[in-house]
């Protein structure tokens, strides 16, 4: 129910971490939102970017990985979803700007990537981001109020992806 992320059509706005916690019912999370990933830069300020995201991915209990359904699928993505495969946390692929297209066709090639069914939402709409939130957060116990610790943000979920393709959006 903020703006603190950073929105602009400009890729490499956000350049390192940011932390919210999320609610979505009585469900309470921590959203990391990360700045472009490349898995494979070597220096300069796009290997510190990668840097932070690889720090979120580490901390995340689930992460989202948020393409761009405008675009479709690059080479990029396929690098990213590589290195997420790796990551041993488990990965919930998100087709971003999916407003007003045929959502079957947006997702059909992002199946390629081998994470399951994407996932076809309109972070700048709304346009099913709490079907997302909820199947990220059913992968995770609903724990009793007594149980609960105030400090405790509940899951974390980092979203990760290349430059400008919606992160910042949908936080």
Request: no cysteine; hydrophobic share 40%; aromatic share 4%.
């Amino acid at each position: 129910k903020s703006r603190d992320a950073l929105v602009a059509d400009q890729p490499g706005l956000t350049r390192d971490r940011h932390y919210g916690v999320g609610r979505l019912g009585d469900r309470d999370f921590l959203v990391v939102d990360t700045a472009g990933f490349d898995p494979v830069a070597k220096d300069g300020i796009m290997h510190e970017m990668a840097r932070q995201a690889e720090q979120a991915i580490v901390e995340a209990d689930a992460l989202l990985f948020l393409t761009d359904g405008r675009v479709g699928l690059t080479p990029h993505d396929e690098q990213i979803a590589a290195h997420l495969r790796r990551a041993g946390r488990p990965v919930h692929l998100v087709v971003n700007k999916g407003e007003g297209m045929n959502r079957g066709l947006v997702a059909a090639e992002f199946h390629a990537l081998g994470l399951g069914d994407p996932l076809v939402i309109s972070s700048a709409h709304g346009d099913g981001v709490k079907a997302l939130l909820e199947l990220v957060l059913a992968d995770f116990p609903v724990e009793p109020d007594e149980d609960r610790d105030a400090s405790d943000g509940g899951p974390a979920v980092a979203i990760v992806g290349r430059p400008n393709v919606g992160k910042s959006t949908l936080i």
